[in-house]
């Protein structure tokens, strides 16, 4: 007998309805339309924190809740985007289900401390009367001002106690002299904070040049230059910053290592024609290129004359061997031995070039570092005094000056600085002084030296040949910010420089060690301290020195 089981499949069918929205009370999202802040929901409250200043008396509510939901403040329904209510106080927002089932939410809105605002009355300015001025117009700036948690509310510029203007700007007239201006920022709930800026209104400083026939130019050039040097900036110089590189000359002048690291070049060019007179007609013809570029494009030209001595044609005195090479500065200064013809021959070769292949004003910085004893005319030469080197300094300002309208006169002893062999203000123009390795505080003191001597002698100040020689890029990378800006404005306004100067990067040396300043293949830390150099407000580059229009009429 066989059996037949049917087995009847039956789905199941569930009782349960679908969830029933009726009941949903929930705030989901809720914000003030007028608030830039986020509210968080937790447990019942609605909180938010903002400025102090703020408003909270009529603000718009902007919210989601449960669907089919409806909010409640007291018995006003509330629509999201247009119901406003007075947030200074809490508020209870009822959100109200469908089935009538009502939760409430408590919203606070909470006031942070006030914090003051900060005043910022902008940089100092040293600003220059034209001729005939009496007053000039000054634009005072307190934009750099801030409220951390609102907005400043009122600016009141005072001179002396007495308001002068009002306002984030404004334009003010200032006499001659030195002015100390206040400026008080308030906030709306009444806190303030002060801060100053010094206004200094200066004459254009008469400086003229010792050739009393120079050029239009070159009397421009030694104003426009103390100027500068009066200022809070400095000119950034190199020795043949585009001729000269690493292991090789560079015959094109496309480039040079400082726009390499940096994007530009120096503004002051310095150029030695010792490679011009004794290193071939090539170099010449490139250096003569060199200093014509950075003068059609505003630079600023040094000569400085590494002269090789008559017989031994050295211009160490360690090197020399010849007894006439080291009594050569007494010979000429004394025309003795025909010695003066010599230096006057290899004089006229360099004015031609001034003259004639240049034609523009050049800062000729005549036999330095004569307080040393390693040049022929320093203080190992035969008979040598300090009269003695004053006597050929005024011979060779006289000659020149005799035969050329385009040259300012630079006198710059190595450190330490004093005025031993000053040949006095009738023969020198601009004050310099070379030190390498120095340190920080060291170079501070020296260049306020400096700076007071020529303060005192209505000249113009420069450091004019600096650098470290100790493996620089390696021992030293940050020695242009940490050693050479830090003293300049460590001295603040006692320190008064027209220019720096950092030696060359040596054709001969294919060692790193032996840069002044980077180069495109020197290590991140040594090119970012220069770029870092490079872009602090204290220092000029070729296209800042370009746009002073150094060679124009002030």
Known sequence: MSWLFLVLVVPFLSCEKEDDKSSLNELEHFEIKELDVSFKILNGIVSAMVSPAVDLEDLTLVFEVSEKAKVYVGDEIQESGVSRQDFSEAVALIVEAENGNRNTYTVIVGKRPNTKPVANAGNNQILYLSEGQTTINVLLDGSASYDEDGNIHTYLWELDGSEIATGVEAEVTLALGMHVIKLTVEDLLGAVDSDEVKIDVREVFQYTPVDPGAAQETKNLLINLGKIANGSEFIFGQEFPMSFKQNNLRWNLETS?????????????????HYMLYKGNDQRDLHIQE????????????????????????????????????????????????????????????LGWINVDLG?????????????????????????????????FKLSVDYIKDRTNLVLFSWSPNHPFGNTYYPGNDYVDIVGVDIYEPGASQLT???????????????????????????????????????????????????????????FNAPWTSSQSDLFIPNASSPGTAKNDFIKFYQDDHTLFL????????YDTP
Request: proline share 2%.
């Open 257 to 273: 290592d400082a726009k390499e690291v940096t994007g530009d070049h120096p503004g002051v060019y310095g150029i030695d024609p």
């Open 291 to 350: 200093a014509r570029f950075a003068y059609e494009n505003g630079g600023v030209v040094t000569f400085d004359f590494h002269q090789q001595s008559r017989f031994n044609n050295k211009i160490y005195l360690n090197e020399i061997t010849d007894e006439r090479d080291k009594s050569l500065m007494y010979d000429i200064v004394n025309d003795l031995n025909g010695s003066r013809d010599w230096f006057y021959s290899e004089l006229d070769v360099i």
């Open 360 to 392: 523009f004003p050049v800062v000729f910085r005549l036999f330095h570092e004569m307080n040393g004893g390693w040049f022929w005319w320093g203080t190992g030469a035969t008979n040598h005094s300090s009269e003695l080197y004053i006597d050929f």
């Open 445 to 503: 003191s020296l260049l306020k030296e400096v700076s007071a001597f020529a303060l005192e002698n209505n000249k113009i100040a420069a450091l004019t040949e600096t650098g470290n020689r100790d493996n620089y890029i390696n021992n030293h990378p940050t020695f242009w910010t940490s050693t050479i800006l830090k003293a300049i404005k460590d001295g603040g306004d006692e320190i008064k420089m027209a220019w720096v100067l950092a030696w």
């Open 543 to 550: 296209k800042d020195v370009q746009k002073l229009k150094v």
